[in-house]
């Protein structure tokens, strides 16, 4: 087992976005972040399914990931804690808490490195709702393709086109 194989980037395509916040100018804020399932398959591939395990303390708030390491013949643990979704409390706080802990053992740790998107959007994909900028149907952001390049571990280059194939974003220059 190479514990660096947990360190290297994620996949674009393991990589979820979801918009922050609308401006009334119609500036999207949008943030990069990984699941707990590119968390569980990335431990199952590197060190094993049954080489690992997580714990959960202090009602949901901590998880602990440990990984054991056969060359000493010990668990070796990380630790963090979570916050509480709007959707399911309980299972946001846990969820949150498992992906804390495993970005400390350096899993999608370049998501911090990724940099502020921000995409002007189309008139038809935002509308105010009691005071507040809203996403309406036509802002198909699950259906835009993501490319990510990478180099030492770094992120180089981020761009993404919408449904309609155009370019909604460009971060650095591809090499590619």
């Not at 918009?19 to 431990?43: E, F």
Request: net charge positive; aromatic share 12%; charged share 30%.
């Amino acid at each position: 087992m190479d514990i660096k194989e947990l360190q290297k980037p994620l996949s674009i395509s393991d990589i979820d976005f979801r918009i922050q916040s609308i401006n009334k100018g119609g500036y999207a804020i949008i943030l990069a972040y990984k699941n707990a399932r590119v968390d569980m398959q990335r431990l199952d591939d590197v060190v094993g399914a049954l080489n690992w395990k997580r714990e959960h303390t202090r009602d949901n708030k901590n998880c602990i990931v440990s990984i054991y390491n056969a060359d000493i013949k010990e668990w070796v643990s990380k630790e963090d804690t979570g916050t509480e979704s709007n959707a399911e409390a309980q299972k946001g706080l846990a969820s949150d808490s498992f992906k804390r802990a495993c970005f400390n053992f350096g899993i999608g740790r370049e998501l911090y490195d990724y940099p502020i998107i921000q995409v002007k959007l189309n008139s038809d994909e935002f509308s105010e709702y009691n005071g507040k900028m809203k996403p309406t149907f036509n802002l198909r952001l699950r259906e835009w393709k993501w490319i990510s390049e990478f180099e030492d571990s770094k992120l180089t280059a981020l761009a993404c086109k919408d449904q309609n194939e155009k370019v909604r974003f460009k971060f650095g220059n591809f090499k590619k």
